[in-house]
């Protein structure tokens, strides 16, 4: 046993896709890990976040915990702010208060997604959605009352075998229908759970060391893709016949919050972090296949 004693972090939304990845990863790496799921911590109870991370007073903090439901956050946008602005802002509180750093889980809906190159992390931010709104209020609050241990870290079209997500569904439909429609006017990046939580768990790792400067960090992966072209080769890896994706356009689909038409994230500050950014969207997919095939209930397809 090692004489040292091991670092202490609390994750809050630990029953969410993203925390029930990251949570086992932390502990298998060392780390005394307390995790809150929705049911055991409300990030919007300032009181209850203040008593909790008084009373195990970690570290690091990462905040899984967010309202995701884009379309409904346009009709209940003070509930979305009270999970993505305010609840942050409560956590960030508690961290000042036992010197924890936080690192903030955000997303590409901070940019208007209008452009055409990759967003860089110091580009201005102009959310056109409550979602997108939201989760920049959460930013601001932690930069504000974190300046020197508060990390934001923006992520998009997250996947893995801990929740329902576009993969998922895709996987589900192959089996369900003969073709299917997915839009192909919308760029972004698909991002594979395992991959975040492992950058996550490395760069709380680099700021408890002292070598990773806090503010922005975008951690998605690598390269570009649309919807369609992502459905097209989760059609490939189960063996089935990418035509059987239609295309179709963002206009086709209407839905209540507009969706980014170009979201690509640039990963440039890693580098001041001593850190590689994560790897190709393709390469992660395919190593998350037999994982999400097993999820889903599908034998895992042979080599191709």
Avoid at 59 to 76: K, L
Avoid at 77 to 89: D, I, K, Q, S
Avoid at 258 to 266: A, I, Q
Wanted: hydrophobic residues 40%; charged residues 20%; contains cysteine.
């Amino acid at each position: 046993m090692s004489p040292y004693p091991r670092p202490r972090w609390l994750v809050t939304g630990a029953s969410g896709m993203l925390g029930r990845e990251l949570t086992p990863l932390l502990d298998h790496r060392g780390a005394a890990v307390t995790a809150f799921g929705r049911g055991h911590l409300d990030i919007t109870d300032g009181a209850a976040v203040r008593s909790a991370v008084a009373e195990h007073r970690p570290a690091v903090v990462v905040n899984c915990a967010a309202w995701t439901a884009v379309d409904e956050a346009e009709s209940e946008p003070a509930l979305a702010m009270a999970v993505n602005g305010e609840g942050p802002r409560h956590l960030a509180q508690a961290c000042r208060a036992v010197g924890a750093v936080l690192l903030q889980l955000s997303t590409d809906y901070v940019f208007p997604g209008s452009g055409g190159r990759p967003y860089r992390e110091d580009h201005p931010t102009g959310p056109r959605t409550v979602y997108g709104c939201t989760k920049r209020a959460g930013e601001r609050a932690v930069l504000e009352v974190l300046p020197d241990t508060g990390y934001i870290v923006r992520t998009a079209w997250l996947y893995g075998a801990g929740g329902p997500n576009f993969v998922a569904k895709m996987i589900r439909l192959e089996a369900e229908q003969d073709t299917v429609l997915v839009v192909d006017d919308q760029h972004g990046q698909p991002t594979w759970t395992a991959d975040l939580a492992d950058r996550l768990a490395a760069l709380g790792a680099a700021a408890l060391a002292g070598t990773a400067p806090a503010g922005i960090y975008h951690a998605t992966n690598t390269g570009g893709t649309t919807w369609n072209a992502l459905a097209r080769e989760t059609f490939r890896l189960l063996g089935a016949d990418p035509a059987r994706v239609r295309p179709t356009t963002s206009l086709a689909l209407a839905r209540p919050a507009v969706r980014p038409r170009y979201s690509v994230l640039d990963q440039s500050r890693w580098k001041a972090a001593g850190l590689e950014p994560l790897r190709h969207w393709r390469a992660a997919l395919t190593e998350s296949f037999p994982a999400l095939c097993g999820a889903a209930g599908r034998p895992v397809p042979g080599p191709r």
